[in-house]
Each structure stands twice: as structure tokens, then as C-alpha cells.
């Protein structure tokens, strides 16, 4: 049981530049979110989505977009990188609003210079 | 608003004290869940405990220990015996039943570290 699995696990991008998050859930889980954790601070939500085909913003959604053409996939999309998104991004899922507990992905660190 | 603080944004300690992390939070859902994280240097977030907003009782696991008191908003966490594997930050969490979203609101977190 692979659990949430994001890829890659460290990246840097220049200005400018764009690139993918890859998020993969194999429990069947419903919701899916992507946060982004900053130096000294807590996460912060950027997107979610509640199912197949449903996304919508979260806390910080500017210079991000999402998909969820499946229920297995939440890729994560940077256009035009700038340096405020060098972060760690986690994705997570759940399977409802109950109250079932997340499960976390290890971890995506951007840095964009 | 919904919103977690946690007032302590770094805590030093020597090994075998007793340590606790504060949480506060805040909501007006009469139904929510309240959660405690660890993240240890290596990166990951590694999940402590859940607890839902009908539940007060306090918690044990080994040397972590649990206080969720609904009067004062608080579910503090506290450390027995703390060791130097304790290091890490940790994070209090809230999620609202009646929010479309399900996500969790985090707190800033608290950095723990134990000397030796």
C-alpha cells in the first residue's frame, strides 16, 4: 500500500519556468489537497479538490493550477516560477469529511532562483 | 474564523525534562477534529493523534499525552521524559466537519529541541 506518493521529491527551476507536481493516491480517497509550507510557518492550502473532475482554490491558489481527471491523480501546475513559490508543497488526501484522518505525501522542495 | 495558534515558536529543553506544546484554536463548527503532527528534520509529516470535539478525554500513549479542554479552546500536548529523537516541529491542526473543504488549518508549529 503505497499510501500518497509525490514525485519529484527536490527540484529547482529557474524564473520563468514551469513544471508539474505529481501527486498519486492508491486508497481511493475522495479528497485530495496540495499545501505549501513556508520557512517557519504552518501549511497553507493551495488547492483541493472533493472528487474526479471537482477542484477549486484553496488559501494561496495565484501562480498555481490543478487537475483531477482521475481519482487516483492531483497533478500540481507552475507557470511561470517565480521565487515566492520556493516552498515544500504536500499533497494529501482523505477519504471524506468525516472524521477520517489524512494521509500525507513525503514532500516536494522547490526552489525557484 | 477558524484559525490555530500556537504561541510557542521555539521551545529548548534538556533531555528527560518534561515538555508541553500549547494549542489554541478557534472555530464555531460544534463539530470539528483537532490533530497534532510531527515533523522531524527529515521532512515528513508523521501523524500523533485525532481527536473529535465530542471527545474531551484526555489521552496517554507512552510518554505523549494528550489535554483537550473545550472551555478554554486548548489541546495542548505534552512530552514525559523528553529524548533527543523528540526533536522536531510539531503542529496542531484543526478540520471543521462543515467545511466543503475538509482540509486541515495548521498552525504555525512549535520547534522543539532536546539536548542531551
Known amino acids: 500500500n503505497a499510501g500518497v506518493t509525490q514525485t519529484p521529491k527536490f527540484r529547482i527551476l529557474k524564473i520563468g519556468q514551469s513544471m508539474t507536481l505529481q501527486c498519486t493516491q492508491d486508497m481511493n480517497h475522495n479528497y485530495m489537497y496540495w499545501y505549501r509550507q513556508d520557512p517557519g510557518m504552518g501549511l497553507k492550502l493551495i488547492y483541493y479538490?472533493?472528487?474526479?473532475?471537482?477542484?477549486d482554490k484553496g488559501e494561496v491558489p495565484n501562480g498555481y493550477n490543478v487537475s483531477r481527471s482521475t481519482t487516483e491523480d492531483f497533478p500540481l501546475r507552475l507557470e511561470l516560477a517565480a521565487p515566492s513559490q520556493t516552498s515544500v508543497y504536500f499533497c494529501?488526501?482523505?477519504?471524506?469529511?468525516?472524521?477520517?484522518?489524512?494521509?500525507f505525501g513525503s514532500g516536494t522542495r522547490l526552489t525557484v532562483v | 474564523a477558524q484559525k490555530v495558534t500556537q504561541a510557542q515558536t521555539e521551545i529548548s529543553v534538556v533531555e528527560k525534562e518534561d515538555v508541553t506544546l500549547d494549542c489554541v484554536y478557534e472555530t464555531r463548527d460544534t463539530t470539528y477534529y483537532l490533530f497534532w503532527y510531527k515533523q522531524p528534520p527529515s521532512g515528513e509529516l508523521v501523524f500523533l493523534i485525532r481527536?473529535?470535539?465530542?471527545?474531551?478525554q484526555n489521552e496517554i500513549s507512552g510518554r505523549y499525552s494528550w489535554n483537550f479542554q473545550k472551555s478554554t479552546s486548548s489541546f495542548n500536548f505534552t512530552i514525559t521524559a523528553s529524548q533527543v529523537v523528540d526533536s522536531a516541529v510539531y503542529f496542531c491542526?484543526?478540520?471543521?466537519?462543515?467545511?466543503?473543504?475538509?482540509?486541515?488549518?495548521f498552525g504555525k508549529g512549535t520547534k522543539l529541541s532536546v539536548k542531551p
Open positions: 494529501a488526501s482523505r477519504l471524506d469529511r468525516g472524521g477520517h484522518g489524512y494521509t
Open positions: 481527536r473529535n470535539s465530542f471527545d474531551e
Open positions: 491542526a484543526l478540520s471543521e466537519a462543515g467545511r466543503s473543504q475538509g482540509n486541515l488549518i
Open positions: 479538490s472533493v472528487g474526479a473532475g471537482i477542484t
